[in-house]
């Protein structure tokens, strides 16, 4: 079982990102390899948290983009219009993303599964809708520009390496959240829900709290990936979420591994190369996309990391314990 | 008073396209829990299919339709059978994402063939009646007539047909239904083929009045559970209703107000209806 | 007083009167058997005992309190226990882990314990496996604990499902056609099990469609027919009821009751 503090797989992903960066970014292309490596670190905090509603609590968003772009356009805002410091906008754009889905979860996730992501859907769509139109808010089709890096102690987070270093501690903070919560009586909790609602219900289990939980937590880290991703590009428009993001989401989830803690990094990765990799054939890369994932669903519904795991628990047959680093049960 | 009439005479087309959508999507996800987000793909399948029917085979609108409905019926069947029915065991989840891929697959598959120039569906019916102040072309009074007949049958269909009622049966109790003989995976390759059918009736009924693109059944599926939300899982009559209260509701909208809002109403609708009362209008308690 | 009493309990769906007006007490330490035709409304009456459904009429009373219209996390918080028809369990998850589920309702560790993960969140886990493992014993299942439940056979999946009620601890445990699709050497391991269940001091509302189990454990009675209660007694006196009779008999063959 679980002990208190950290396990150590921790410690060696705290090792890897604290190296990671430097090596990479000493390299000839380094600023490219960092630049891969923030765009990781955020797609794996949106995964993550997609990751905890839909791996873990069984409950499908289509509309995950619209709080990535609350969390940006929110914390743009806040340091462009109302001078606050990135260390207060960060934070109060998770704030906006954790509220936009107590609203939005609290009303619908009474539903059944589809009809809620359907909900989720319209409301991105909505979202990007108000992007666009309000325009004296947002400045429209045109987007946001000249938007401020992070400052403290003098640091440079306009230069890759320390703006890497930023995502990768969210980063971390985001696996462990979804990794702590998991293995708890609320992640079981969760995963009840997800294999069989009234079951999980008779077991004294409050469907709805804990479904709006795990909504609220994902639209949390979605917004702060939102922040980290405003103040990377310096410039959000509304493009920037759109419902092929939202698909994008779920795509990394699902190749990486659904219900696993370390997949949506494997699926960010998979989705960050795959449009090198099919270069040559560019016209058919939605195509296929949309075929692995169908094929992904069909054959492998763990994904990558669900993969390796079950041949890891083969291969290691004595072991009768969950382990936190991986599939939780 | 006039201008009213027009959109609601507008509204109740729409209205009429819409709940044939919606009932097919009843019969595949109310009914046969089967969760299918690619519904408004095959609804632009079905538009597809007839101009291609229309254009290369025969001249003959109803022919074409009648073809396309069939051909995507079975097509339905083929889909049911390869992407969904291994997961009905799994956690509904799967399906949907299942449903998603389908939806990238669809699209883009029809942009390679068909490219993303919009084609255009000619009925043949090009004459334009008046009623007083009121105008309207014989190919909205079409997509009317086609789909209230659709509607009757569908109906029939679940209070007569031996396989209406194995489905009706099949929802309420998977296992009892097999129990006493219902072979599930029949009656679900059924649903899943009749659902097909009736979207792909609904997009070559609307597919005449704007250009087909593959992009058309974008925003169809949401409006289709849209509508299934406010009428209450589960009823059919709910699904009709709410089916013509969208459409109604969509046209008074664009007309009155500003059209580039209007994809909100369903939204703003659902949301609306929602809170005031969860289980739909017409859901069972 | 009574452990459950129903009080003229009515649930409609659209026009379809699935439990008209019915009336009943179960006892303490008793097995009541709940049984009637297909369709006259045992499991929907089951689900409006346990708050699935919420009633149209009429009141539920547990230990004196009423409960009509409690949520179903809230009932199972209360004392009553309950499994589903067709052997229903968490079926991709560890027998071990399905057990574990049910002591969700004697818990309390929320988020901040999740993600602190300090001593007593910790001890609290410690304590639910070690819990779930003596529930485990009384199944009969230790051996089997790390496997997927849908691997098992039903009867196996039965007693998943009825260790799962068990871990909740309650008072009552509202049992939904156990035994269904079972071969005679697995009904008799349910039954004795559910003899069992009663005699450690939990009370039993039994639904089943197998008259022989029903005969055999019950010390009362009750009979549902077309949503109404239509008698109610030891199963003796159930086997001479004439409407019980024709009721089972009487709808397909339209013959005489027998005498007996």
């Not at chain 3, 099990?193 to 197998?210: A, K, M, P, S, Y």
Request: glycine share 12%.
């Amino acid at each position: 079982m679980e002990k208190a503090g950290l396990q150590r797989g921790y410690y060696i992903i705290i090792a890897v990102m604290v190296v990671l960066p430097l090596v990479l970014g000493g390299l000839k292309a380094g600023n490219f390899y960092l630049h891969v490596l923030i765009m990781l670190g955020i797609f794996t905090i949106l995964g993550s948290g997609i990751n905890l509603l839909m791996g873990f609590t069984g409950q499908a968003s289509i509309g995950h983009a619209a709080f990535f772009g609350i969390g940006a356009y929110v914390s743009t805002l806040l340091m462009i219009k109302l001078n606050f410091p990135f260390w207060a906008a960060l934070p109060l754009a998770g704030a906006a993303g954790a509220v936009s889905g107590l609203l939005i979860g609290y009303p619908s996730l009474r539903l059944k599964g589809i009809s809620f992501a359907i909900v989720t859907f319209a409301f991105g769509e909505l979202v990007k809708m108000i992007f666009v139109n309000w325009k004296s808010l947002t400045n429209g089709q045109d987007g946001l520009t000249d938007i401020p890096s992070p400052a403290l102690w003098g640091i440079n987070f306009a230069a890759k390496l320390p703006y890497t270093y930023l995502v990768m501690i969210f980063t971390l903070f985001a696996l462990f959240l979804v990794d702590r919560i998991v293995n708890s009586r609320v992640g079981k909790a969760f995963i009840s829900i997800r294999e069989d609602e009234d079951l999980a219900a008779s077991t004294g289990v409050n469907v709805m709290q804990y479904k709006i939980l795990s909504f609220v937590i994902s639209t949390f880290l979605a917004g702060i990936a939102g922040s980290l991703y405003a103040h990377y590009m310096h410039f959000i428009n509304p493009a920037d979420f759109t419902v092929a993001i939202s698909m994008t989401l779920i795509a990394i989830v699902v190749i990486g591994g659904l219900g696993t803690i370390i997949g949506p990094i494997f699926g960010s990765l998979v989705l960050l190369f795959m449009p090198e990799v099919l270069r040559p054939v560019k016209d058919y890369y939605y195509l296929i996309f949309g075929i692995i994932l169908i094929v992904v669903m069909i054959f492998a519904p763990v994904g990558i990391m669900g993969g390796l795991q079950a041949l890891s628990r083969k291969k290691a047959s004595g072991r009768t314990e969950a382990v936190s680093e991986g599939k939780a049960s | 008073m006039m201008v009213f009439l027009q959109f609601l005479l507008n509204g109740v087309m729409l209205g009429s396209a819409y709940t044939v959508v919606a009932l097919g999507l009843t019969l595949m996800f109310s009914i046969m829990h089967i969760v299918n987000f690619a519904h408004g793909e095959i609804f632009m399948l079905g538009a597809y299919v007839c101009w291609v029917i229309l254009t290369q085979v025969t001249g003959n609108y109803w022919v074409a339709f009648l073809l396309s409905m069939v051909i995507v019926f079975f097509i339905g069947m083929l889909v049911e059978r390869l992407c969904f029915r291994p997961l009905y065991e799994k956690a509904h989840i799967n399906m949907f994402i299942v449903s998603l891929g389908l939806v990238i697959v669809l699209q883009e598959a029809a942009t390679l063939i068909w490219t993303g120039f919009g084609k255009s569906l000619n009925t043949g019916y090009k004459t334009v009646r008046r009623f007083g102040q009121i105008f309207i072309t014989d190919e909205r009074l079409i997509v009317i007539g086609g789909a209230v007949i659709l509607i009757v049958a569908a109906l029939l269909f679940f209070q007569k047909a031996r396989a209406g009622k194995a489905m009706r049966a099949a929802a309420q109790h998977r296992m009892g239904a097999r129990m006493v003989g219902v072979d599930i995976n029949r009656v679900s390759s059924l649903a899943f083929g009749v659902g097909a059918a009736l979207a792909a009736a609904a997009g070559s009924l609307l597919g005449p009045l704007s250009m087909l693109t593959p992009t058309m059944g974008g925003t169809v599926v949401m409006k289709a559970f849209v509508i299934i939300i406010l009428g209450g899982m589960g009823s059919i009559g709910g699904a009709i209703i709410g089916g013509y209260v969208l459409g109604i509701a969509e046209s008074l909208f664009a007309g009155y107000a500003w059209s580039e809002w209007q994809p909100a109403v369903g939204f703003v609708i659902l949301i609306l209806v929602l809170s005031l009362r969860p289980q739909g209008l017409f859901g069972r308690g | 007083m009574s452990l459950l009493e129903i009080r003229d309990l009515t649930k409609n769906f659209g026009g379809l009167r699935a439990v008209h007006e019915v009336t009943f007490q179960v006892e303490r330490g008793e097995i009541l058997g709940l049984i009637g035709p297909n369709g006259s409304g045992k499991s929907t009456t089951l689900n409006l005992m346990s708050g699935v459904y919420p009633c149209n009429g009429g009141q539920i009373y547990f230990k004196g309190e009423e409960i009509t219209n409690l949520p179903p996390h809230v009932v199972t918080r209360k004392g009553i226990g309950r499994t589903f028809q067709g052997s229903r369990v968490f079926a991709n998850l560890s027998v071990l882990e399905n057990v574990m589920r049910g002591r969700h309702c004697r818990t309390q560790s929320h988020l901040l314990g999740a993600i602190l993960r300090n001593a007593s969140a910790v001890r609290e886990l410690e304590e639910t496996q070690r819990k779930a493992m003596q529930f485990l014993e009384r199944i009969g299942l230790v051996d089997k604990k790390d496997m997927p439940v849908g691997s098992l056979p039903f009867a196996h999946r039965s007693l998943v499902g009825m260790g799962m009620a068990l871990a909740t601890e309650p008072e009552l445990i509202l049992l939904d056609e156990p035994i269904a699709g079972m071969n005679p050497h697995e009904t008799l391991e349910v039954m004795a099990f559910i003899q069992r269940v009663r005699d450690g001091g939990i009370t039993i509302l039994l639904v089943e469609h197998n008259m022989k189990v029903i005969m055999e454990i019950c010390e009362r009675i009750v009979v549902l027919n077309y949503g109404a209660k239509i008698a109610e007694g030891t199963p003796a006196e159930i086997s001479r009821n004439p409407e019980v009779i024709k009721a089972y008999l009487g709808r397909e063959y339209g013959a005489k009751p027998e005498k007996s």
